[in-house]
């Protein structure tokens, strides 16, 4: 995972005039796969998560097959999130702060195990969503896929990348 400030696209750099003067590397081309397909091993939760994102990142050209781990890792994220906030509140039903505290066999009173699991969830989350473009400042070092050409087409042909439907 990068660090630091993500980093600018190309042809914005080129706009503002490139005021570093440092050379502009042309960005990657990805040529336009099938949608992404959930895996049968998905938990139900993750499984409606990845279904939830995966048509809208695909037709703006974000996702490919290749992102297939990427969503799932994201879609388990979300499902981990959901099952500990549903599970908080079915605690939280026992009055206040039961839910947030639980009391250790020696007395002592610590933040619940689940509200941390939620926590530590919830901050993958918000972190797996950037990286896929699940939120605005995720989406301003995206690019989108490229969707093929003839050129293209001609190449994965010749090297038996593509069936007669032009998906691999």
Not at 55 to 72: S, W
Not at 87 to 92: G, H, N, V
Request: net charge positive; with cysteine.
């Amino acid at each position: 995972m990068r660090q630091g400030r993500p980093p600018k696209p190309a042809n914005l750099r080129l706009l503002e005039g490139n005021p570093g003067h440092r050379p502009i590397r042309p960005e990657p081309r990805i040529s336009r796969q099938s949608k992404p397909v959930p895996p049968s091993w998905l938990t139900p939760y993750a499984r409606e998560a990845f279904l939830a994102v995966v048509d809208e990142l695909y037709a703006a050209g974000i996702v490919t097959t290749v992102d297939t781990m990427a969503l799932c890792a994201y879609a388990e994220t979300c499902s981990t999130f959901r099952q500990a906030t549903e599970m908080l509140a079915e605690l939280s039903s026992g009055g206040a702060g039961a839910g947030l505290v639980a009391r250790m066999p020696s007395g002592a009173v610590v933040v619940h195990p689940v509200l941390a699991i939620k926590n530590r969830a919830q901050r993958d989350l918000l972190r797996a969503a950037s990286e896929i473009g699940l939120s605005p400042a995720g989406r301003v070092g995206l690019q989108g896929v490229e969707p093929l050409d003839e050129t293209d087409l001609a190449i994965m042909e010749k090297y038996n990348l593509v069936g007669a439907t032009g998906h691999t």
